[in-house]
């Protein structure tokens, strides 16, 4: 087949669109954590951009996508630094280049994504090492189960795309619920951060989290729609379907914080954003746009539920990672068993449009093994970097600012005002010998006075 421009335009523009996501991300993901944290947490999107991107190259794809070795992995060897793929070789209408590119955004974000449930305590270089590790051995075997379709290839693909024929349009299986059963068990090796429940962890700067959920939003048109691989039909529909959700997911996180807590906040409509985006990944091809608002609705109000259950079950998931990610990729991936209509792009109907439970017990089975596997595979990798290095920062470190310690910077540096030196800028002010950061633990500067925080944060 040849190479269609306008096709082969649109993945490449849409691959930029969401690479600009982990930028958004670390803008989003910054602005929730208290100010002696925020140049960690953005620190820890952005080297993922470099690690992920490099092991891509050298075996990722190959592994995602290469001859499949029993639908569970592809070669890494095959096509090891792309070799073979560079030239004129085609998938679809695109150039597999082109191909290469996009996924391999996908698989930045993926890793990047998870380092919200452990912000705060982790390690820097712990936490790079964790990034090559996580996408070799977990990342990339989902993606090609999840990904690697038939007839894509010249060969057989995954096991969940080929065998299963489980409907997931753009990552709810492969990156949401993988990133959020990650961020569960990373969340658990780690423990609690100091001070979790008895002080206040507010978001130290919600104007960066309205904008960051801006760049994801406008990012996740690339990440959905783009998944079409060709600009027609089902890339608008993914598009529109994509619109619908987020809009209705946001007002369905505020209807829930609004009656819970008395207030709709920015922080609950940046996270019902998320949320809704996070739900419609896997079913943008497969729902109507009524369906679609349907089920960004349920998504929305059921994360903004799901947020406080780490108060009550006691693991600190600092910026709920585990209730947006994990809990809208279950809900987006299973509601397909239950919204899917044949009069959209996937051409499949589920239980409510007559179809009955065959794609509903697929989507199922999907959404619980890749939970199983992601879950089971990160605690090992996390309990060996912790006996073998350490993951978690010391306490000093942590109550005097992860930032300084990590990075010798800080993230707002007033000392053109007071004249202090490295460090908060009321260093100068403060007896010798104390903290330079002291005034922004627990809460300090990061705390909104006068502002009712809800329950939870979000992811």
């Excluded at 502002?451 to 944060?457: D, F, I, M, S, V």
Aim: charged share 10%; hydrophobic share 55%.
């Amino acid at each position: 087949m040849n190479i269609n421009t306008g096709d082969t335009a649109w993945v490449l523009a849409s691959a930029a669109m969401v690479l600009l996501m982990t930028p958004g991300l670390a803008l989003f993901y910054g602005g929730m954590v208290r100010a002696k944290s925020v140049l960690n947490m953005m620190m820890m999107s952005f080297i993922a951009l470099g690690t992920v991107s490099v092991a891509w190259v050298l075996w990722g794809y190959s592994e995602a996508f290469g001859e499949s070795w029993h639908g569970l992995v592809g070669n890494p060897f095959q096509h090891f630094g792309l070799d073979g793929l560079l030239g004129t070789r085609v998938f679809g209408t695109i150039p597999a280049s082109a191909f290469v590119a996009f996924q391999s955004v996908f698989a930045i974000i993926a890793v990047a994504l998870i380092s919200g449930a452990i912000a705060d305590r982790a390690r820097f270089a712990a936490w790079t090492v964790f990034t090559v590790v996580w996408a070799t051995v977990v990342y990339f075997p989902v993606a090609h189960w999840v990904f690697a379709f038939n007839g894509f290839a010249a060969h057989r693909g995954g096991w969940i795309a080929n065998d299963l024929k489980v409907i997931d349009f753009a990552g709810g299986t492969a990156i949401h619920i993988n990133a959020g059963a990650a961020g569960l068990a990373l969340a658990l090796v780690l423990g609690r951060r100091v001070g979790f429940g008895r002080e206040p962890m507010r978001p130290h700067n919600l104007t960066l989290v309205m904008l960051g959920a801006g760049l994801l939003w406008f990012g996740w048109f690339g990440f959905n729609a783009g998944s079409a691989l060709g600009a027609g039909a089902t890339a608008a529909v993914a598009w529109v379907n994509t619109l619908a959700a987020t809009g209705a997911a946001m007002l369905g996180w505020l209807a829930v914080e609004r009656r819970r807590d008395g207030h709709a906040t920015s922080l609950g409509a940046a996270s019902g954003v998320v949320a809704g985006l996070v739900a419609i990944t896997p079913a943008c091809s497969a729902l109507t746009p009524v369906g679609s608002v349907g089920l960004g609705a349920l998504a929305g109000a059921a994360c903004a539920w799901a947020v406080g259950l780490k108060f009550r079950l006691g693991f600190d998931d600092s910026l709920d990672v585990v209730g947006v990610h994990l809990v809208g990729g279950l809900v987006g991936t299973i509601g397909v068993g239950f919204l899917a209509s044949a009069s959209a792009p996937a051409g499949v109907d589920g239980l409510f449009y007559g179809g009955g439970v065959d794609q509903l017990w697929r989507q199922v089975v999907g959404a619980v093994v890749v939970l199983l596997f992601s879950f089971t595979v990160t605690w090992v990798i996390g309990k060996v970097i912790e006996a073998t290095m350490g993951f978690r920062v010391d306490r000093e470190a942590e109550l005097a600012g992860i930032d300084l310690r990590e990075h010798a910077e800080t993230g707002y540096d007033l000392t053109v005002l007071t004249g202090g030196r490295l460090g908060a800028g009321t260093a100068a002010t403060k007896p010798a010998g104390s903290s330079p950061l002291a005034g922004s633990a627990a809460g300090g500067p990061a705390a909104q006075s006068g502002t009712k925080t809800p329950e939870g944060a979000s992811a």
